[in-house]
T-cell receptor, first 112, second 112 residues
């Protein structure tokens, strides 16, 4: 699986959009971009994933660049409960070797 | 709510002992993966089971073993516990042909 690079930490004001970047310059054509987050002492929570088109769901939006070498997770109106570690993961479609390879993630702190 | 339940939530063992951690998931979640998360790090893949057979393993020694049962529950067994085994152990499950893994809240194991 391709490696990803994320900033170690970010701050965001409550109510503002949080934009979390991820670089994955060695991504392969069949690899998806996944985002999970982990609130302190809980299990990782799935947020969103995509292949090459931008995606949006009730939690967030995922913007993938045209060359697919980077992406941005957008939380449109961050709340204090969005404070968590956010992991960007690149992985091939399901098959043998189902694992998710977690890096260090970005620690997002939402401040009042 | 992911429908993935892990037990116990916390556990304290001493070095050299054996431990069994349990995970139950929703009907139809045929794939289960186990991860170890040391303090301050991202989760690390231990192994995966599909239809009761191991079909993927990370860089963990044989004293980490598992079982998956027909009722969509599974176990992680660790023999000869070492101090470095102290971590949060996470279970993740998914349905066939679905690209999303759902995590439980984890079991926090402390080895003294």
């Amino acid at each position: 699986d391709a490696k990803t690079t994320q900033p170690t930490s970010m701050d965001c004001a409550e109510g503002r959009a949080a934009n979390l970047p991820c670089n994955h310059s060695t991504i392969s054509g069949n690899e998806y971009v996944y985002w999970y987050r982990q609130i302190h002492s809980q299990g990782p929570q799935y947020i969103i994933h995509g292949l090459k088109n931008n995606e949006t769901n009730e939690m967030a939006s995922l913007i993938i660049t045209e060359d697919r070498k980077s992406s941005t997770l957008i939380l449109p109106h961050a709340t204090l409960r969005d404070t968590a570690v956010y992991y960007c993961i690149v992985r091939a479609p399901e098959g043998a070797g189902n694992m998710l390879t977690f890096g260090g993630g970005t620690r997002l702190m939402v401040k009042p | 709510e992911t429908g993935v339940t892990q037990s116990p939530t916390h556990l304290i063992k001493t070095r050299g002992q054996q431990v069994t951690l349990r995970c139950s998931s929703q009907s139809g979640h045929n794939t289960v993966s186990w991860y170890q998360q040391a303090l301050g790090q991202g989760p690390q893949f231990i192994f995966q089971y599909y239809r009761e057979e191991e079909n993927g393993r990370g860089n963990f020694p044989p004293r980490f073993s598992g079982l998956q049962f027909p009722n969509y529950s599974s176990e992680l067994n660790v023999n000869a516990l070492e101090l470095d085994d102290s971590a949060l152990y996470l279970c993740a499950t998914r349905r066939d042909r679905e690209n999303i893994q759902y995590f439980g809240a984890g079991t926090r194991l402390s080895v003294l």
